[in-house]
């Protein structure tokens, strides 16, 4: 160990620390385990969880200026450290909820930075939460210290991590004195800041209060209520509107229906001039036996034992495309969207679509 000129008391703190450093290492892996592990479960997104020791440089300048403090090294909460950034300013609050579940909480030493009313406190609105692992996660008769070293574990927003860390390069909070200009300029940013947070937040509940009533409106079949959007189109799909077509074309063939995504035909749905779910379904409710026709007639001519699901979907466009009188030119650009490229047997496919429509006297 170096010389920090420590008095005696604060070196055989320093002793201790440097004594125990497995153990910390070993205290540190769980608690990152432990906290991805349950972030995940809980299917929060995160930025990441960060982790560190606290160094033996570090703690000596701590004791050197506040070793009197400290009865003994297990009075210091921090020798591990581990820090939560989540996207989402409610997210802080359902992990923190985590930490209290699966860890024992020191609420006499943690601390709820967000209650304070700074001007400039943006940056360090966070929580800080003094935590011991519980027997149940973790046990070792050999090192029962693993169960009593205190952790800290930090969870904030990306935002006030931001913040907090280019306040800690520019110097400020220091004891460099800084224009007030500067500062003023710095409050001014950290409440835009603060504002950002919030907002993401509100805007994300927002969201999510939309999708649950869309939901809602899908579910009790009010198709008309329904603006068509990626969001309602997912919702729709999920009831599975196209298989009782599919399986009414499989069974020309005795094919098996092979699942595929359908999530691309939005673009080619709204291409169509489709506004509302209202207006898909009634394109499944009015067309399907001509899609089914048409179907028949295509597999008619191969031995095809396996379909994709998107067949079903796919001939109803062509006859909505076909009755729009918009033939060769719409199925080439139907084709276009659903395929996302253009290639040359586009036409030649195209006509091959009109020929078995006009064969089976659909669009004459």
Partial sequence: MKDYGLDLHCTMMMEDYLERLPVLRKIQEIVVDKLNECVEEAGITIDGVASRIKTEKSLAGKLAKKGYKYNSIDDITDLVGARIITFYTDDVDKISSLVDKYFNVDWENSVDKRKSHELDSFGYNSLHYICTIPECMYHDPEHPEINTIRVEVQMRTALQHAWATINHDIGYKTDIEIPRE????????????????????????????????????????????????????????????????????????????????????????????????????????????????????????????????????????????????????????????????????????????????????IGC
């Fill in 182 to 361: 500067h500062l003023r300029n710095l409050t001014r940013l950290a409440g835009m800041l603060e504002l950002a947070d919030e907002q993401f937040s509100n805007i994300r509940t927002s969201i999510n209060d939309y999708r649950r009533q869309v939901q809602g409106l899908v579910e009790g079949g009010k198709f008309d209520e329904v603006p068509l959007n990626g969001d309602s189109f997912a919702s729709y799909l999920e009831l599975n509107p196209f298989d009782k077509l599919n399986k009414r074309i499989a069974a020309v063939n005795q094919a098996e229906i092979l699942p595929a995504p359908l999530d691309h035909y939005f673009e080619a749905f709204k291409a169509l001039g489709m506004n509302t779910l209202g207006d898909l379904d009634r394109l499944i409710k009015e067309n399907s036996d001509d899609a089914f026709v048409l179907a028949s007639r295509m597999l008619g001519r191969t031995d095809l034992d396996i379909i994709s699901s998107s067949i079903g979907v796919q001939n109803l466009c062509y006859i909505k495309i076909i009755k729009a009188g918009i033939g060769l030119i719409g199925i080439k650009k139907f084709l276009e969207i659903v395929e996302g490229q253009v290639s040359d047997d586009l036409e030649e496919r195209a006509m091959l679509i009109l020929e078995d429509a006009k064969a089976v006297q």
